[in-house]
């Protein structure tokens, strides 16, 4: 599997972006989407993921109420809505996929990431 997000750049507090992450090979193999974020200086961090089939989602605490992911299967795009951005929502933003295979039972493949910044 193989992950490309676009989508990110400079918005002020308060704005909204939307980050995407297209996926191509296995894609039916995937049974987990994430999206992680790394701001400097600091651990990546898990901020929401869907699981698929069903579309059950989950998000950290910082970004509940702000942010909504979602999949567009037949296209095989990831998304994340961000709303209410604030600056300490500054991070590269990397999307995840956790698929199976037949040789590891479960393997994870990333995405080479998307800076967004927010300017106070």
């Known amino acids: ?15 909204s972006l939307r980050l995407s992450c ?10 987990r989407m994430n999206w992680y974020r790394q ?5 990546r961090e898990l901020v929401a993921y869907i ?3 069903g579309s059950k ?3 950290a605490d910082s970004v509940k109420d702000r942010f909504i992911i ?31 295979t037949r040789s590891t039972g479960m393997a994870r493949s990333w995405g080479q990431g998307t800076q967004v910044t927010v300017s106070s």
């Open 39 to 43: 701001a400097p200086g600091k651990q």
């Open 51 to 53: 699981i698929t089939p």
């Open 22 to 31: 297209a996926a191509s090979g296995s894609t039916f193999a995937i049974k």
């Open 70 to 100: 979602s999949r567009d299967s037949a296209n095989n795009t990831l998304y994340l809505r961000m709303n209410s951005l604030k600056p300490e929502d500054t991070a590269v933003y990397y999307c995840a996929a956790d698929f199976i």
């Open 1 to 15: 599997v193989q992950l490309v997000e676009s989508g990110g750049g400079l918005v002020q507090a308060g704005g």
């Open 57 to 59: 989602t989950d998000y």
